[in-house]
């Protein structure tokens, strides 16, 4: 009887020494994953913040560049800013007057429409006048005018050199309407777009 008391003791020491080191080996690894989960969230914050700040400084080192292209809406009058394969340059639409005749051409819908413009050269290369202005005119309607060459208007034709500007005209073919808007670079993008929106009261008849 003594003897199995004896063995029941050493098996129940043995059952609570066990669990006792199954807690001492438990508790260390817990604080170690603990640990490295905490490192793991610092260091993704990190990441995330550095990125956030990359992200910011690459937004204010674009939006914050002279000379950056972006589409406008301008009037009669203004100044656009033009970036495009062909070059950089500002194109200001002073105004545009009606003509029943070009030559011994009659327009094939209401009117001519002659606009009056200055091309200024800001970029570092030669650029071509007649690429440089063509364009579309659009009535209330959205029926679109595509620009026209004739001899019989001041065409900007020529070369334009680095630091230039000229001026010449531009001729469309076009309805009468309440409001135009004449758009450079329209569904083009390689390039940006400006729009001169107009009513029909602006223009000199």
């Known amino acids: 009887m003594k003897r199995f008391l004896f063995l029941v003791s050493i098996l129940v020491l043995s059952v609570v020494v066990g669990c006792s080191n199954g807690d001492t080996n438990d508790v260390p690894g817990n604080q170690e994953q603990e640990k490295s989960g905490t490192e793991n969230i610092e260091v993704n914050n990190e990441q995330i913040e550095d990125e956030d700040i990359s992200n910011e400084n690459a937004d204010n080192k674009e939006s914050s560049g002279n000379g950056k ?5 301008l009037k009669l009058g203004e100044t656009g800013f033009m970036k495009s394969p062909i070059g950089e340059y500002e194109i200001t639409v002073h105004n545009v007057r009606l003509v029943d005749k070009v030559g011994d051409y009659p ?6 429409f002659v606009f009056n413009v ?6 570092d290369n030669t650029i071509s006048g007649s690429d440089v202005v063509i364009s579309d005119l659009f009535n209330e309607e959205d029926r679109k005018s595509g620009s026209l060459i004739l001899e019989e208007i001041n065409v900007i034709d020529e070369d334009i050199e680095p630091g230039e500007t000229v001026e010449g005209e531009i001729l469309f073919d ?3 309407s309440d409001s135009y808007s004449l758009i450079f670079g329209y569904a083009i993008i390689t390039s940006n777009e400006l729009t001169w929106n107009f009513s029909f009261d602006e223009i000199d008849k």
């Open 69 to 73: 292209a972006e589409d406008a809406t």
């Open 107 to 112: 327009p094939l819908t209401d009117s001519f």
């Open 118 to 123: 200055s091309i200024t050269n800001i970029g």
């Open 174 to 176: 076009q309805s009468f």
